[in-house]
């Protein structure tokens, strides 16, 4: 299982490098994209997939999206960075159950902002036994130690 922890987050790092030129705001209308193509889930390869869940429009009006990787294996889910919100915490579960049975066993935090874990607790609430994975960095920034 640690072995599809590390290839999840070398992945992730790796696909949003490669995107980065291509998009380099979350901006879905930079993107040509509107509210109604999310939440959207992507197969990038066997067992490998993005979900894109929006947050609530910016005060300018700017409405942005937050990915998410999903790495099923046949010991559970991995799903590294999670959404901003309960709610869209809720859906990206819901999608991962129309993908698999198998329960998500980790939550890896690549970035500890608060658009990735605002509705890390959706995770706890719908796995228990949820792992949660961050460097020592992101658990100060998260904890408040």
């Known amino acids: 299982m640690k072995v599809y ?41 066997t067992g490998i997939y993005t979900y894109e869940g929006l947050h609530a429009p910016l005060p300018d009006g700017t409405t942005i999206n937050t990915v998410s990787l999903i790495v099923v294996t046949e010991n559970g889910v991995i799903v590294v960075d999670g959404q901003g919100d309960i709610w869209q915490t809720k859906l990206l579960i819901e999608n991962i159950r129309k993908l698999t049975q198998q329960p998500i066993e980790y939550v ?34 998260l904890y408040n130690t």
Do not use: C, M, W
């Not at 902002?113 to 100060?140: E, M, W």
């Open 5 to 45: 922890i590390l290839i999840a987050i070398a992945f992730l790092f790796s696909f949003d490098h490669a995107l980065a030129d291509d998009f380099p705001f979350a901006d879905i209308t930079s993107r040509g994209l509107l509210e109604t193509d999310f939440p959207r889930l992507q197969k990038l390869d």
């Open 108 to 141: 890896v935090t690549a970035s500890d902002h608060g658009d990735h874990v605002g509705g890390n607790d959706a995770f706890r609430a719908a796995y228990p036994d949820v792992t949660f994975i961050s460097s020592s960095v992101s658990q100060k920034k």
